[in-house]
């Protein structure tokens, strides 16, 4: 396991906790999908679905190359589609995109524009886990060095840059939103590798205004187990099984999915087997995850039709076992889908993973 300073993983939860608790609000606010968007199993090394580039087709590369391997205390300049890596991780900017609304409600302040940077992180390594923020670990700077942190706004799309913990063989893709002036030029991103102390490699600078001849594609090959539907996994005397998953188009006379997506509805029983009251997260701590990177957090909207929801309105008493549906909507078409779980948000090493189809 890393070794991750305590004060730094408390930073880091207290950001990513008011972080995604603005995003959920917004994702109510301006799009109905709501997305802001251990075990027994086999290891699924190198045979993850999801339609993804091998990294030598078109406009493919995968996380081998590196402007900076292994560099100490450095930094790089890359640009739109390079993949800049060290030992440990490897990161790229496939796009960015700018304009005045996001959704049907959100709209950037006057004179002010949204810069939307879709982003993709992978960690390298075969056996360590490591955390990601897309809030700590990234900011816009113009060429008169004004810098803009991320802003606190969704793209309706369900493809929004995730944080948490990363399984070795894992990518984490998504957009990223900033709201800078109109009038602001020389725009970059910095993305800080060294923000939990983790990398050797300290900053990569990607010039959103240069791109690369072709664009970089990282491949997720999980190095962990993938559990099935019915599995159950213990970790520290809490136990958590996935039931059963369903999928529909509608739920209640007026929910439904948007065109050429489903709701994805997990089943799940979190057991307390330890003697002290737990919170447990439906935000923070689960989530959905496509074989691609790409993850889904609860659609609000739909989870609140749910007649038997997973409830986390109340601390789950020692001893107690709580079961329940949450929601997600998701592509129709999309080929491997995984629920994931987080059991502690004060340690790494212990995201489990159940493949949902």
């Given amino acids: 396991m890393v070794n991750f300073d305590s004060q730094s993983r408390r930073t880091y939860l207290q950001s990513v906790a008011a972080t995604g608790a603005a995003l959920a609000l917004a994702g109510c606010a301006s799009d109905s999908d709501g997305n802001s968007t251990g075990g027994d199993g086999a290891n699924e090394s190198g ?32 640009a739109v589609g390079e993949v800049v890596s060290n030992e440990k991780l490897a990161m790229v900017v496939t796009s960015v995109e700018s304009t005045k609304k996001l959704g049907e409600f959100q709209e950037a302040d006057e004179g002010n524009v949204y810069q939307v940077v879709q982003m993709e992180v992978k960690n390298k390594t075969s056996d360590e886990f490591v955390n990601f923020s897309g809030f700590l670990q990234s900011r816009v700077k113009d060429d008169e060095d004004h810098v803009y942190d991320q802003a606190i706004a969704s793209t309706g799309s369900g493809s929004d840059f995730g944080s948490g913990q990363l399984a070795p063989g894992e990518v984490e893709r998504g957009n990223l939103v900033y709201e800078v002036p109109e009038s602001a030029g020389g725009l970059s991103l910095q993305f800080d590798f060294s923000a939990f102390d983790l990398f050797e490699l300290d900053r990569v600078t990607v010039t959103l205004g240069e791109e690369a001849d072709s664009i970089g594609d990282l491949q997720q090959d999980l190095q962990v187990d993938v559990n099935s539907v019915g599995d159950t996994v213990s970790h520290e005397d809490v136990t958590v099984t996935l039931n059963n998953v369903r999928t529909t188009d509608e739920l209640g006379e007026y929910t439904k999915a948007d065109e050429g997506k489903q709701y994805v509805i997990p089943d799940i029983s979190v057991e307390n087997g330890t003697s002290e009251a737990l919170n447990v997260s439906i935000s923070l701590q689960m989530g959905v995850k496509d074989g691609e990177g790409n993850s889904y957090t609860v659609d609000i909207g739909s989870y609140s039709q749910l007649d038997q929801k997973f409830a986390q309105g109340s601390e789950l008493a020692g001893g107690e076992t709580r079961r329940g549906e949450l929601s997600y909507q998701v592509p129709k078409d999309t080929e491997t889908l995984y629920f994931t779980f987080e059991f502690s948000l004060l340690e790494l090493g212990d995201k489990a993973f159940w493949q949902l189809n």
């Fill in 47 to 78: 045979q993850d679905g999801g339609g993804q580039s091998n990294g030598s087709g078109e406009g493919g590369a995968d996380d081998s190359s590196s402007s900076d391997d292994g560099q100490s205390g450095g930094s790089e300049t890359a």
